[in-house]
């Protein structure tokens, strides 16, 4: 019973010091003039920060759920004249109850609500926060007499804006939310939270692990974290300030696709096709407006390669360097370039765009085990990338492909007309099935041999350039073969029976011991000035034209059969016509009915204008069935006054 006295004394006596607290701090609440609210809040705030906030606007004081004064329309940092550092709807300071108490004003924590933070860069790159920096360093300097005070600032719906006299546009951070960390007692700097940057919301934070050093420019321990769907941001290293920026540490990117990332940040479109999943990681060192990364790893579309590189941050994007790889595949960038129509019968009409070049710079040196570019597989090969100016040349310094080796350049870049394409490549002694297969999609010719093209033209779609291509091309190959057609069978055959008919001459091989081909392009026109397939038995001489942009072909030329059995050779002159797909090759009917024996007596009829037995004849003899041999046989009277031509023979006449 005693103990329940005694609790239940105890229980009134911190009732009544509740009620006791409650009736002091409303007391304070009117007893405590606004004035003096604002000249200790003020205070407070200049000592911590060093900045002088005007605290003009209305002011409210709320003692419940905890001690807080509200001020309205603050301004923090005196910036000349010019346009204040942070301007806030509202500033919020939650109080400390015991020092309240004792008529004294703490604050426990500020939070700025829908501020509007301003970084002005002059000309000169000063910024308007130089002279708000000294002052902050002047705050937190050590100071013995100087008593613990707050150490969070919160920001809350704010707005950041960046403006440079240098640059035409200013960069807005949105729905600023920042929860500040101040070095009230240690001597690091803290900030978390998140904004939103071009429609993209970016979790962000900063450690400095001495703010002071880092406020009057000295190194200082950093570490950076930015996290958005776009594009990840990770460094951890040192910074310093003075005589100007330099930061040495770690550097972590990495994006679901550089393509957007690229996008988010610039604004401009990579074209072609890749620029997918992309990671780096390296050594980085800034100075003089530039990265530095040494021991880099770097992934892009599945490709790993490691080197050095090196960025410019003043502004023009470029990039500078060095990487070697193991493998290599470009299919992913190739594959965005889109040749034919839908129907694949026509050349692309769709315009072509080559957005984001001319914002970028490189100059970048590339060595690779192996490469892969669609069909193509090209051995070790060492290339240099050069885009300056809208305009991408790679230039092949030694490649050893199909075989053989490989050097050239290739570019492309803007034109008035839309996008101009230029070529310079030359393969020597190399493998022409897959050379001639894999680049070209050409399946007809083996063996081994030399190849060089120098062509350019230009034009608003793949359509239009194909109008445009000028240059030479020309090949020497050395004991190859032809594939999909005998020209030597197919010779003798019409050398025996000329008008045997065609037949199906597209199947097997031509063997040759060289074959020389000479091509001159202008607007789009080739002109075959000289076809040469050379071997023991036969010969082949080809010319005319074809065309790009209708994609067919005219082409005349006479085949001849070396060894016949004969004293004479058989030429046999031909033409080959239609679509490069599918052309017809016809051999010319003229000499084929002069070389027969049939067609003879017809031939001599038209010259004497007498052609009717002759014409008879002629039907017979090609109508006529052969003899199971060429032994005379003997014939009964009656079949021996038959009035028939054919009946008169035992074998069959050569057509």
């Given at each position: ?22 009736v ?21 705030i ?24 509200s ?13 204040p ?6 500033l ?6 015991f ?15 829908r ?11 000063h ?17 013995p ?9 919160g ?11 240098r ?17 009230s ?7 978390n ?18 703010f ?5 420019g ?14 990840n ?6 910074a ?8 040495a540490g ?25 620029f ?24 892009l ?19 500078e360097g060095t ?5 290599l ?11 034919m ?13 080559l957005?984001?070049l ?11 085990g ?14 240099q ?34 996008v101009?394409v ?18 070209f999609?050409?399946h ?17 779609s ?14 020497v190959?050395t ?12 010779l ?6 000329p ?26 026109i ?8 050379a071997?023991?038995?036969v010969?082949?001489?080809l010319?005319?034209?074809?065309s ?12 001849t059969?070396?060894?016949?059995g ?14 490069w ?15 027969s ?5 017809l031939?001599?009829?038209?010259k ?24 005379p046989?003997?014939?009964s009277?009656a ?17």
């Open positions: 019973m005693t103990a329940a006295k005694g609790l239940k004394r105890v229980g009134i006596a911190v009732a009544g010091l509740a009620a006791a607290a409650f002091t701090l409303v007391g304070l609440s009117f007893l405590i003039p606004a004035s003096a609210i604002r000249d200790g809040v003020k205070k407070e200049q000592d911590v920060t060093g900045l002088d906030p005007r605290l003009s606007g209305g002011i409210s004081v709320s003692l419940f759920p905890h001690a807080s004064v001020f309205r329309h603050v301004q923090l940092g005196d910036s000349d004249g010019a346009e550092a942070v301007v806030a709807d509202e919020k300071a939650r109080l400390r109850y020092p309240l108490l004792a008529g004294r004003i703490e604050i426990a924590d500020v939070t700025l609500v501020p509007t933070i301003n970084v002005t860069f002059a000309a000169d790159g910024s308007n926060w130089s002279g708000l920096a000294a002052s902050l360093a002047r705050a937190v300097e050590p100071n007499a100087r008593t613990a005070s707050f150490s969070e600032i920001i809350v719906g704010g707005t950041v804006m960046v403006r440079d006299a640059k035409p546009l200013a960069e807005r951070l949105g729905n600023v939310d920042f929860q500040l960390a101040w070095p007692i240690s001597r690091s700097f803290a900030a939270g998140q904004f939103v940057w071009r429609e993209q919301t970016v979790a962000a934070s900063l450690t400095l692990s001495d002071l050093a880092a406020l009057t000295q190194p200082s321990g950093v570490k950076l974290r930015l996290t958005s769907s776009p594009l941001l990770a460094f951890d290293g040192t310093s300030n003075r005589p100007a920026l330099k930061m770690t550097l972590d990117i990495d994006s679901p696709s550089l393509r957007d990332a690229l996008y988010w940040t610039s604004g401009s479109r990579v074209p072609f096709g890749g997918e999943h992309f990671a780096l990681r390296a050594q980085s060192s800034v100075e003089n407006n530039a990265i530095s990364l040494t021991d880099v790893d770097v992934e579309d599945g490709n790993k390669a490691e080197g050095v590189l090196t960025l410019a941050v003043d502004g023009h994007r470029a990039v990487l070697a790889a193991d493998a595949n470009l299919t992913p960038y190739v594959g965005g370039v889109r040749l129509a839908s129907n694949e019968r026509t050349w692309d009409r769709l315009p072509i765009t957005d984001g001319a914002d970028f710079n490189l100059d970048l040196r590339l060595s690779a192996s490469i892969k570019v669609a069909n193509a597989e090209l051995g070790r090969t060492a290339v990338a050069n885009m300056s100016d809208g305009k991408l040349d790679v230039t092949i310094g030694e490649s050893q492909t199909f075989g053989g080796l490989a050097t050239g350049s290739f570019g492309v870049g803007t034109a008035n007309d839309g101009a230029t070529s310079h490549l030359h393969f020597a002694d190399v493998d022409l099935a897959s050379c001639l297969g894999q680049i999609g050409v007809k010719l083996e063996g081994r041999g030399t190849l060089t093209f120098d062509i350019n033209g230009s034009g608003g793949v359509w239009a350039l194909t109008r445009t291509l000028s240059g030479t091309a020309n090949l190959a004991d190859g073969a032809l594939s999909g057609i005998d020209i030597e069978q197919l003798r055959r019409l050398d025996k029976r008008l045997s008919g065609n037949g199906d001459f597209r199947s097997g091989r031509t063997p040759f011991d060289r074959l020389a081909l000479d091509l001159k392009i202008d607007q789009g080739v002109s075959v000035s000289d076809l040469q397939i071997s023991p038995t010969r082949v001489g010319g005319g034209q074809a790009v942009p209708t994609r067919d072909l005219d082409l005349r030329g006479t085949a059969l070396v060894s016949t004969s004293d004479s050779e058989f030429n046999l002159p031909f033409v080959v016509q239609g679509p797909e599918n052309p017809i090759i016809l051999p010319d009917a003229s000499s084929l009915i002069q070389r024996p049939a067609a003879a007596p031939l001599d009829a038209v004497r204008h007498s052609a009717g037995d002759a014409v008879r004849s002629v039907i017979d003899q090609l109508f006529a069935a052969p003899a199971a041999s060429s032994t046989v003997t014939t009277p079949s021996a006054t038959s009035t028939s031509p054919a009946s008169a023979t035992t074998t069959s006449s050569p057509r």
